[in-house]
């Protein structure tokens, strides 16, 4: 996100309204905005991977669509277990804002995060279709970066470990490990 006012707001609301919320009440405001970025960062990732390989080259007939399905698809198969606590992320702070505020609060708060996310996602794809148009090469070099990890979450270092850390307080720590996957 290259917005850091609109981030930096989000996360002070989020925290502000969702006080009540035993999840987040616990955490440090430092933990609160480092989880709240490193999920706003996997779900704009995901949703520009979506765009980019899904719905813009993934629509080519031929080899071009067939090598932008499958990188997204090892994308989402690498990636999944850190995006799921990311949206169940927002879903909480959402229900938290709503249990706060109410109901128009809480719908306001959700919608401004699919616009922020949505925002970041646009600007994350100008970036990659440099040129303005989808084109066998840019698709071409988007799905050789996606297949060869350079947006997987683990190459960024600034969210990775806070994705780790949301990915396993997801898990149930009454569970044998065998039964959390």
């Known amino acids: 996100m290259q917005d850091h006012t609109k981030r930096k707001r989000w996360i002070g609301m989020a925290l502000a309204m969702s006080l009540g919320s035993t999840a987040v009440a616990a955490e440090t405001?430092?933990?609160?905005?480092?989880?709240?970025?490193?999920?706003?960062?996997?779900?704009?990732?995901?949703?520009?991977?979506?765009?980019?390989?899904?719905?813009?080259?993934?629509?080519?007939?031929?080899?071009?669509?067939?090598?932008?399905?499958?990188a997204l698809q090892g994308w989402q198969q690498r990636n999944h277990r850190y995006l799921e606590p990311s949206l169940q992320r927002v879903l909480m702070l959402t229900d938290a804002v709503a249990a706060a505020g109410g109901a128009a609060q809480g719908k306001a708060f959700a919608d401004?995060?699919?616009?922020?996310?949505?925002?970041?996602?646009?600007?994350?794809?100008?970036?990659?279709?440099?040129e303005g148009e989808v084109t066998t090469a840019a698709c071409a070099r988007i799905a050789a970066a996606t297949a060869g990890g350079a947006y997987d979450y683990r190459q960024h270092a600034e969210f990775f470990p806070t994705l780790q850390v949301l990915e396993r307080g997801t898990a149930a720590p009454t569970k044998p490990a065998a039964e959390q996957r």
């Open 112 to 130: 401004a995060r699919k616009a922020e996310f949505t925002g970041a996602a646009t600007t994350a794809l100008r970036a990659m279709f440099p």
């Open 29 to 70: 405001p430092v933990e609160t905005e480092a989880r709240n970025a490193a999920a706003g960062f996997a779900i704009t990732t995901s949703l520009t991977l979506l765009e980019a390989l899904g719905k813009q080259c993934g629509t080519y007939e031929g080899e071009a669509g067939s090598q932008a399905r499958a």
